[in-house]
């Protein structure tokens, strides 16, 4: 049995799972739907605002095997 830290396993895994910094979601939301991506975002802010979880999620819409989606996959 492997330990894992809890900010980790009850991290949200879809946009609407995450709490506050709406207008950041609707942006990166509204571009993965329309297909408007830049070449590069950077994610900045003091800890504890869901830097890196948004970027995670967004990866995963990036990355999935249908192609961009704006609900992650895997």
Request: hydrophobic share 40%.
């Amino acid at each position: 049995m492997s330990y894992q830290v809890l900010a980790r396993k009850w991290r949200p895994q879809l946009f609407g799972q995450l709490v506050g910094q709406q207008h950041v979601v609707t942006a990166l939301n509204n571009a993965l739907e329309r297909e408007r991506l830049h070449h590069a975002y950077l994610f900045t802010g003091t800890r504890g605002v869901g830097k890196t979880t948004l970027a995670r999620i967004f990866a995963k819409s990036l990355n999935c095997e249908k192609g961009i989606s704006a609900v992650p996959c895997g």
